[in-house]
C-alpha cells in the first residue's frame, strides 16, 4: 500500500503561510505538516525525522516545501536542509523552495515573455531586478540567453546582484543599471523588446511617457497588484492584452500560470526522492504546462 503524501512546510516566519498549506493540499500532499520560525539549528532534526521514518523506497512519499517571506532565509534553509541528507544511503527526500513564490512567480513571468517573443538573444530590462523575485526573473533570462538590464534605483544594489547571478550563470549576458531618475530610466529603456517589472507594492517603476517613448519595447509584464502597479497603463488582469501596441500583462494575468506551477511542482514532489527544485528547475516545469 502506498504511503500517504507528507509535506513538511519549513517556514521562516512566526506563523506558516495559509496560502501555500492550502495549495499543497490542493496539489495532492493528504498531509501538511507545518513549521513556523525556522532556524538552522533546528533543520538537521526535521531533517532526519524525515528521512529516517520510512524506508528508501517509501521517502518519495514524503517532501520538504521551504517558504516564508524572506527568501534569502530560505535559501539559507535550502542549503541546511541539503546538508543533512543521507543521499549515499538512499535516506532523501526531494526539496521545493518557494519563499514568498518567488521561484514559481518568476517562472511564470518569464513563461509568458517567451510565448511573444524568442529568449535567446532579446534585450530586456528588469525594473525592481535586485528584489527576490527580480533576482529569479533575470537569472532565469540569462539561462535562456536573453541579454538583460538589471535596474535597480541605486546601480551600486543592482552590480552586486549582478555579480550573484553570474556565480550561477557564468555566461550571463548582464549589465547593471540606475533607473532612479527619469533620464536613468530612459538609458536603460533605450533598445529593449521586454520589460519586466518586480518592484515592491505601489511603487510606479515604469510611467507611461517613458513607456510610450520607447519605440523598441514590445512585451511588459508587471508583477505589482497592489495599486499603484508598477507599469503606468498596464491593468492587473492582463493576460497577452494589447495595449498602446505592446503586449501586456498583469500580476493577476501571469498568476494564473503561477498556480498551475505551484501546484505541479508540489504533485512533483512526490514522484521520486531526489528532487531539488529551485529556479531553474520550477521553469522547467511550467515550460511544459
Known amino acids: 500500500m502506498d504511503k500517504r503524501k507528507i509535506l513538511i512546510q519549513l517556514d521562516s516566519d512566526a ?4 496560502f501555500d498549506r492550502v495549495v499543497a493540499i490542493d496539489a495532492g500532499a493528504d498531509e501538511v505538516f507545518s513549521y513556523g520560525s525556522v532556524r538552522l539549528e533546528q533543520v538537521r532534526d526535521l531533517v532526519h525525522g524525515a528521512i529516517f521514518t520510512r524506508g528508501p523506497k517509501d521517502l518519495k512519499s514524503t ?3 521551504i517558504g516564508g517571506s524572506d527568501v534569502a532565509a530560505g535559501e539559507r534553509l535550502l542549503e541546511e536542509v541539503r546538508r543533512h541528507m543521507l543521499p549515499q544511503f538512499g535516506l532523501r527526500v526531494s526539496v521545493l523552495l518557494d ?9 511564470a513571468a518569464v513563461r509568458a515573455a517567451s510565448q511573444h517573443l524568442d529568449l535567446k538573444g532579446a534585450a530586456a530590462l528588469v525594473l525592481g531586478g535586485t528584489g527576490p523575485v527580480g533576482q529569479r526573473v533575470a537569472r532565469l533570462l540569462t539561462r ?3 541579454e538583460v538590464r538589471l535596474g535597480s ?4 544594489r543592482a552590480e552586486k546582484v549582478c555579480d550573484a547571478i553570474r556565480v550561477k550563470v557564468p555566461d550571463a549576458r548582464l549589465e547593471p543599471v540606475a533607473t ?5 530610466l530612459q538609458s536603460a529603456l533605450h533598445g529593449r523588446t521586454l520589460v519586466i517589472a518586480a518592484g515592491a507594492a505601489s511603487a510606479v517603476l515604469l510611467p507611461r511617457s517613458a513607456r510610450t517613448a520607447c519605440t523598441d519595447l514590445k512585451i511588459v509584464i508587471d508583477l505589482n497588484a497592489v495599486p499603484p ?3 503606468e497603463g498596464v491593468e492587473v488582469t492582463d493576460k497577452g492584452a494589447q495595449r498602446d501596441g505592446l503586449i501586456c500583462y498583469g500580476a493577476i494575468g501571469v498568476g494564473e500560470t503561477k498556480m498551475k506551477i505551484h501546484k505541479a511542482a508540489i504533485a512533483k514532489l512526490f514522484e521520486s526522492n531526489d528532487q531539488i527544485m529551485d529556479a531553474e528547475e520550477v521553469y522547467a516545469l511550467g515550460t511544459a504546462i
Open 229 to 231: 502597479l508598477g507599469i
Open 15 to 18: 506563523q506558516p503561510s495559509v
Open 180 to 184: 532612479g531618475t527619469s533620464p536613468e
Open 153 to 156: 534605483r541605486q546601480r551600486a
Open 63 to 65: 517532501a520538504i516545501f
Open 144 to 146: 535562456q540567453g536573453t
Open 99 to 107: 519563499a514568498n513564490g518567488a521561484n514559481t512567480t518568476a517562472a
